[in-house]
């Protein structure tokens, strides 16, 4: 049996300093009434940090914007009683000695894909967009915009000043940064559009450097980001390295710390023209191609991706020798770990322990509870 010890060394950056290289990875939960979290969410959190995981990264949680998120039950981040009870999560983490980082969000013109719910104002994206000739919701103004790129910066400090270890910007999936990139979502004619995604990548360079002003220096920024979108999972951003050098570096240069690498299953090759069908992931390439730390995510220890969770269906525990291999040569820094948490809270114990034969797959009763 292949060796687990690559994944229980120890990260440091800037002030993060993690016990080993495995990241919960965020999960929406909807499971916080009325948006405010409480006892059950801190519960929730620390039995993963008891688990063993090195860094947590929370659901997403969203921005003081008017239509900033697409479920009534999504956690927020803003106001004095969403704070507080978020308060509680980061201490009930740091007392079972773990490290958490917020996922700062805003869902854009997105559908829930649980219900009909709707916010009271209508959504925004940059050109009132759900998806390429779909229209939904109103197009961003400037003021939409400095707004929401305030938002962003305001609930970065919020993060820092509660005693968060680190917070990570959501810029995939087709949400709103992600909508701002896409050039079927983005038909903007100003500075935050164009023809590359270079140009396209204004907003989310804008949102970083004002996020980097609001924490400092020292507070370590993640940014997560991916090529496909819930709107069509075969879109891609940069097709080749040279259009993802132009999409990463400047972002990096804003002031992001870690890139968080988004696939649907982390052993795909991203330019399999290039390094063929073994070669450098998203997160593989994203590093060598700006020299920051990455993490790498999709389908770890788990038979099947997680869009079949949605179907109802479970997922298998499956081997984890490619991973180690790809991290002992150092492809990535920090590897997340998604479903298979769900079900199985002490997972990074287990292996940790090599207790394999007691590791589970993803039970999508998982789903369910909030436990």
């Keep these: 049996m292949t060796s687990t010890d690559i994944l229980f ?29 409480g006892p059950a969410n801190a519960a929730y959190y620390r039995k993963r940090a008891e688990g063993g995981v090195g860094l947590i990264l929370s659901e997403g949680t969203v921005v003081d914007r008017p ?56 959504v925004e994206s940059p050109s009132g967009l759900l998806a390429p000739d779909t229209p939904r919701g109103v197009a961003m103004s400037d003021e939409d915009i400095a707004d929401t790129i305030a938002a962003f910066a305001s609930a970065a400090k919020s993060a820092k000043d509660l005693g968060f270890d680190s917070l ?51 507070f370590p920024i993640i940014l997560r980001l991916s090529q496909w979108k819930q709107q069509d999972l075969t879109a891609r951003l940069a097709p080749t390295p040279d259009e993802m050098t132009s999409w990463l570096a400047p972002l990096v240069e804003a002031g992001a710390d870690i890139l968080h690498c988004s696939q649907r299953r982390f052993w795909e090759p991203e330019f399999p023209e290039l390094d063929g069908e073994n070669g450098l992931n998203f997160a593989g390439w994203a590093k ?59 997972w990074v114990a287990k292996v940790r322990d090599n207790r394999m034969a007691e590791l589970k797959g993803f039970d999508p009763a998982s789903l369910g509870e909030l436990v």
């Design 9 to 37: 060394q120890p990260f440091k950056l800037k002030t993060l300093d993690l016990p080993n290289r495995i990241v919960m990875a965020p999960m929406t939960r909807v499971m916080a009434p009325d948006g405010i979290p």
């Design 67 to 122: 239509a900033s998120r697409n479920e009534k039950d999504i956690p927020v981040f803003h106001g004095d009683a969403a704070l507080k009870g978020w308060a509680e999560v980061i201490n009930e983490v740091h007392a079972a000695g773990g490290k958490m980082a917020p996922q700062i969000w805003h869902t854009g013109s997105t559908k829930s894909m649980q219900n009909a719910w709707v916010p009271d104002a209508p």
């Design 168 to 218: 990570e910007i959501h810029g995939a999936h087709g949400y709103l940064i992600d909508e701002f990139f896409w050039s079927g979502t983005n038909l903007r004619d100003d500075r935050y559009g164009g023809k590359t995604i270079a140009e396209r990548s204004t907003f989310a360079r804008e949102v970083v450097a004002a996020t980097r002003a609001a924490v400092g220096p020292d």
């Design 288 to 346: 060598k191609l700006t020299g920051a730390a990455t993490i790498s995510v999709g389908s770890v220890g788990l038979s099947s991706d997680f869009f079949t969770a949605f179907g109802g269906q479970g997922s298998k525990q499956a081997e984890l020798d490619q991973l180690i291999n790809r991290m002992e040569k150092g492809e990535f820094d920090l590897i997340a770990i998604g479903r298979v948490l769900l079900t199985d809270p002490d």
